[in-house]
């Protein structure tokens, strides 16, 4: 029996799925952004809704009552100038309005009406005026609420002449409402500058915390301090306590391999010293050889345990860094070329860096004659390749040669001058992700092996 949704179902639910990704998209990524986002969204939709619900229907309401008064006026002025015809120069209504009601009177001689004027974007005023003298006089009038800023125009056809009246706009219109505006735009401001000031005073704790972990797993030394809220103290502190435990952990190891190789040491000595008293025989020869080894697999053995990770990271050269390794490895015999490109200085742990491209350039060496140097600079990361036109090694023994120990026929190279212990990739590798980066192994351009190492700074 199928689970599977209808298809009307299924459709809105990828529709919804796409809007949401999409959403997901334009959303910032930061802790910072988000948080801000968090704040003032809410307020400003707050303020949306009460600008619209709220003030809207006061200027509504409002301009509807002083344009309802206003028209009254109009018409009680035309009553009256229909009523007393005595008044053969309306010298007393122009005066009666002027004083009684502060609008300017006007009779002109009949004629047209001016042509309608366009419409103004924020047409309430020309809206609730329009309707009240519909409603209470019901003749033919031309509005003008545009012309003049702070004056209305109203002209409306009588029977022997025209009306013109000339108004103060606040007579028909609430004008000091922009002062609720200017308190809520006012107040709403001083709220987001309040709280981006507070969330950056939060978020800036957490920053700390990531770059000194950051700075950690580069194998640097960040000086942190857990501050800010009582949570992320408690992540400051576990961080701290996790970094010295591993410290810790790595100063224990370093003694202990000390006290082993003082140890081993001393027995390798006393084996060469009793073999030298010895006579020169063949087997006295093997017996050299195996002790000789022996120290040699020591003392790689300890190099990659211990890691140099005491040494402090610095800021170098990286450019004169590898001329200078090129011109040793010229000296070795091998014909070497470097190419560079970007910021010449970087960010590393100096003789660390430099024994573990020492390590690939050397294996390089063991199997070819020509190598190259490719090195690559960008904003956030070092990235070196070391080609050769050696053999190469096999796609699926890439993954094992980084494996302490591992060599490729060690039966064929064992004994050999040649012949490693098989730690050289490993140490490489672990110096690598020591800077918080990682050495990679692929086909070269000159037909050989190509090894990357590509390392934050």
Known sequence: MSLSLPAYLAQPRSLWRRFTRRIAALMPKGLYARSLLIVILPMVILQTVLTYVFLERHWQLVTNQLSDALTQEIAAIIDVYNSYPQDKNNEKLIRIAQERMHINVEFLPKGALPPPLPKPFFSIVDVALS?????????????????????????????????????????????NSYIFILWMLGTSLVLIIVAIAFLRNQIKPILRLASAAEAFG?????????????????????FVEMKRRIERTIEQRTAMLSGVSHDLRTILTRFNLSLALMDDFPETQDMQKDVAEMQRMLEAYLAFARGDVGEAAARINMRDFLEALRNDAERRGSVTELYYSGEPFATVRPDAFKRCLVNLVA???????????????????????????????????????????FRIDAARTQGEAKAGTGLGLAIARDIARWHGGDISLD??????LRATIRVPV
Do not use: M
């Open 218 to 238: 580069k194998g640097r030394d960040a000086e942190f301090r857990p501050r800010g809220a009582r949570e992320v103290r408690q992540a400051g502190h576990a």
């Open 363 to 405: 294996n390089a060496q063991k199997h070819a004659k020509t190598i190259h140097l490719t090195a690559v600079r960008d904003p956030r990361f070092l990235t070196v390749h070391v080609d050769d036109d050696g053999p190469g090694i096999p796609i699926e023994l890439r993954r094992d040669v980084f494996r302490p120990f």
């Open 443 to 448: 086909d070269s351009p000159l037909g050989g």
């Open 131 to 175: 309707n009240q003298i519909r409603r209470q006089i019901g003749r033919p009038f031309w509005l003008d609420t545009v012309g003049r800023s702070n004056l209305i125009e109203i002209r409306i056809l009588l029977k022997n002449s025209i009306l013109r009246v000339v108004a103060y706009r606040s007579a028909a219109y609430a004008s």
